[in-house]
């Protein structure tokens, strides 16, 4: 006779999960590698999202083993990021170009044109790296581990290990948030807590629906909610440092600066109103995170 469904064991559901997130990683690797629209982006947030999930579980898996797939995507990740961050700052800055109606063919060029100058060839070098046989070796770490499901005590009920998971995360968000100091790299890393968050609550919402699904779901939503709102301020703020950068470079060519003045501010404001949206946020991640069983 098979388990019953409305009492899932961690093998059972952490299982789907690793195979879940795995699937997404290898399916989005092609539109990447590919450069289709939004696919390196889409390809990141699932390397992202496995490494969340590996962090997050770390207690119900093979600890060394996991950590070790970590290291192998987070060297992956950062080279997806540095071509999505290409896109990004182009994209932003455009934006704000728009938005404060600036149409200076030397602004644009400066701050949009010579971004996308740069991403063919970061594109191109990515394409290579996953090419090479370190590429092929974490792959082949990634198949190895995900195909056991190698689970700690597979049998123990899922509603206890994934409550216990969804309050670490969230108290680790707590202790992100105690460590605010006003400074860019704080708020980076209340955002990396609130993104590993978010995806474990994904993931358990995906494959195990009936596991306190009101809670999961205001976590996810709550994760979501800090990831987006930090991830927006810390685009501005790192493009505001650039635009002033270039307002003054520009101003020793000879070229009129008003212009990037006018950008750097906006993206300040843009920041601080995104900052703004944090500590609803936190309230409600708390609020869901106390209702756990």
Not at 28 to 40: H, I, N, Y
Not at 64 to 74: M, Q, S
Not at 97 to 114: C, H, K
Not at 139 to 159: H, I, S, Y
């Amino acid at each position: 006779m098979g388990r019953q469904r409305e009492d899932p064991t961690v093998g059972d559901v952490l299982g789907e999960i690793l195979r879940r997130t795995a699937a997404e990683v290898e399916d989005t690797a092609a539109a990447a590698l590919a450069d289709e629209p939004d696919g390196v982006h889409q390809h990141r947030v699932r390397v992202r999202r496995l490494r969340s999930v590996l962090g997050g579980f770390r207690q119900a898996l093979d600890t060394r083993a996991a950590e070790r797939l970590r290291v192998a995507y987070a060297e992956w990740g950062r080279e997806l990021g540095v071509v999505r961050d290409i896109e990004v700052r182009a994209d932003v800055a455009e934006e704000m170009l728009e938005r404060a109606e600036i149409d200076d063919p030397a602004v644009r060029r400066r701050l949009v044109e010579s971004e996308r100058d740069l991403y063919p060839a970061a594109h191109e070098r990515l394409v290579e790296l996953a090419r090479s046989p370190r590429s092929e070796e974490r792959a082949r770490l990634l198949r190895e581990f995900v195909d056991p499901a190698v689970v700690d005590d597979p049998d123990q009920p899922a509603a206890d290990v994934f409550a216990a998971v969804l309050a670490k995360q969230a108290q680790r968000v707590a202790k992100a948030e105690a460590r605010l100091d006003g400074s860019d790299d704080a708020h980076h890393e209340l955002r990396k807590a609130a993104r590993r968050t978010r995806y474990v609550a994904e993931a358990i919402a995906d494959v195990a629906p009936d596991l306190f699904p009101q809670e999961v779901e205001a976590i996810a939503e709550a994760g979501d909610d800090l990831h987006d709102a930090l991830g927006g301020h810390r685009d501005a703020m790192l493009l505001a440092h650039r635009v002033a950068h270039e307002g003054a470079l520009a101003g020793r060519a000879g070229e009129l600066s008003d212009a990037y003045d006018t950008i750097a501010g906006l993206l300040r404001d843009e920041a601080e109103k995104r900052l703004a949206e944090v500590s609803p946020a936190l309230r409600k991640l708390k609020a869901a995170a106390s209702r756990l069983p």
